[in-house]
């Protein structure tokens, strides 16, 4: 069985072309569209990576989604990814978010083409 | 008519502070009075009053000193001159100094009444008007962000579907379909790069890239703008001379919104050069000033046309014109040029080219 990606965004068209995508890639997609369910999911399913939208509709909601995934057991070595389709303003604007943000191992512009988002979520699971 | 607000009178004779006091009062004025500019001012500045009354002719501090000071300390204040001697002079001059309005002594209590009332008016119309205006401002602010919420996010998800579609569909699609998802597809680029260039535009009107100011080597900026349109060019059979001087003096500015003033410019070029042609960046300095200019071999825009190139959506070519833009490109170039301090200027001439001149103080 292929690796088991979570997706959480608010927006449910964002989260079905993006689970056609990794599934058709051989992922297991489960997919959250808020920021609760996303992190009772991180605990349940154990996914191998999450990939988080900011979800700046409701105030960046992605950013404690992040913080809680990362005070779980199972989340402090998941590999995150902050998706964003607006303009990353604060921590997240580089890679290297100031120390008191959790880490993130990648953050990504939307739309991603298939084929990077494929070849990223290879290389942080492998 | 408000009576929560304050009416000041500084007079150095009590009987017109007492006279303007009772008039004023018995129509539901709070009224204060000050016998002297000095006191006239700290009264002013603790309670902020709607309309001050002023005494040209007062010992010590003059009637016209108190206005500056008033008219540039205390907001939406309504000045209006007492005047004493008739004299029409002095009483144009505080009016160019900030007064509102004058009376001449002697008056009526329903003189004053009726001057007092009409500023109260004046001061609303101007309250009013500020608060449209802020107002007006916080749209155009609140428009990043509605762009970004509202149109980006969209296509975000639309181009997601796309690359969706295309990997779903494998090779089960037949050649016409491809090509229809294929045109699809550019058309939503296009649309994200307008997105795009509004956004660039409120956040220049926004000034929030003051901060990147740093000093700019315009050699690199011309290098970059080149390199990233090389290609471009090559296809169009399209030569660049780029002949900037290696001694160039250093700017103040933003690198990344110069490099894209010049592919923007350069790529405007590329429109409008045809196979064969050539553009060339050239750069002279002075004690003053730096300036670029990018010159191309094409087509040259009509006299009457290159006073609005400028303009948001403007189009030389109108409606049938084959090479579609965002039609903002430009207007582009002239903010991020307009936010360096500097200008950009185009000339021209039919069948023999076009000349962008970028002009930085140093």
């Known amino acids: ?126 | 008519m408000s009576n929560s607000e304050y009416i000041l009178i500084i007079d150095d004779e009590e009987s017109i502070r007492d006279g303007c006091r009772q008039a004023l009062e018995r129509f539901g004025f709070r009224v204060l009075a000050a016998a002297n500019g000095q006191e006239g001012i700290k009264i002013a500045r603790e309670f902020g009053p709607a309309i001050a009354f002023i005494d040209l002719k007062m010992p010590t501090v003059s009637g016209m000193e108190v206005i500056e000071v008033l008219s540039q300390d205390i907001d939406d204040i309504v000045l209006i001159v007492i005047t004493g001697y008739a004299s029409i002079l002095s009483a144009v001059e505080s009016l160019k100094k900030g007064a509102y309005d004058y009376i001449p002594k002697p008056f009526t209590p329903d003189q004053i009444r009726a001057v007092a009332r009409r500023a109260l008016d004046h001061r609303n119309l101007k309250i009013e008007a500020k608060r449209l205006k802020e107002e007006k401002d916080q749209i155009e602010k609140n428009f990043i962000t509605f762009v970004s919420h509202e149109m980006r996010s969209p296509l975000a998800t639309i181009q997601q579907y796309m690359e969706a579609l295309r990997m779903v569909s494998g090779n089960c699609l037949g050649k016409e379909a491809i090509d229809i998802i294929e045109r699809c597809n550019k058309r939503i680029q296009n649309l994200e790069a307008l997105v795009e260039r509004w956004l660039d535009l409120s956040r220049i009107e926004n000034e929030t890239f003051a901060s990147d100011i740093e000093p700019v080597r315009l050699i690199a900026v011309v290098e970059r703008a080149v390199d990233e349109m090389s290609h471009l060019c090559q296809i169009r059979g399209i030569a660049v001379d780029n002949d900037i001087p290696a001694d160039l003096p250093e700017i103040k500015g933003d690198k990344e919104s110069l490099v894209r003033v010049l592919i923007n410019i350069i790529g405007n070029a590329t429109k409008y050069t045809a196979s064969g042609g050539t553009i060339s960046i050239h750069a002279r300095y002075d004690d003053h000033y730096v300036s670029l200019s990018i010159t191309d071999t094409g087509a040259g825009i009509p006299r009457e046309k290159l006073p609005f190139i400028f303009e948001p959506f403007y189009r030389v070519g109108g409606k049938e014109e084959h090479q579609r833009g965002s039609g903002l490109g430009l207007t582009f170039c002239k903010k991020i040029m307009e936010a360096h301090n500097g200008t950009i200027n185009a000339s021209s001439e039919i069948n023999k080219g076009t000349t962008f001149t970028l002009t930085f103080p140093r």
Not at chain 1, 45 to 51: F, G, M, N, Q, S
Not at chain 1, 90 to 108: A, C, H, K
Request: aromatic share 6%; glycine share 6%.
């Open chain 1, 1 to 126: 069985m292929g690796k088991k990606v979570l997706l959480v965004d608010d927006d449910q068209d964002f989260l079905m072309a993006t689970r056609l995508i990794l599934e058709n890639s051989g992922y297991t997609v489960v997919t959250a569209e808020d920021g609760k369910t996303g992190v009772e999911m991180a605990e349940l399913e154990k996914p191998d990576i999450a990939i988080i939208d900011m979800m700046m509709e409701t105030w960046g909601e992605g950013f404690s989604v992040i913080s809680k995934i990362r005070e779980l057991e199972c989340g402090k070595k998941m590999p995150l990814v902050v998706l964003s389709s607006v303009d990353l303003q604060g921590p997240y604007q580089s890679f290297e978010p100031s120390d008191e943000f959790p880490r993130v191992n990648m953050v990504l512009h939307k739309p991603v083409k298939a084929a990077d988002l494929i070849s990223y979520i290879n290389d942080l699971t492998s």
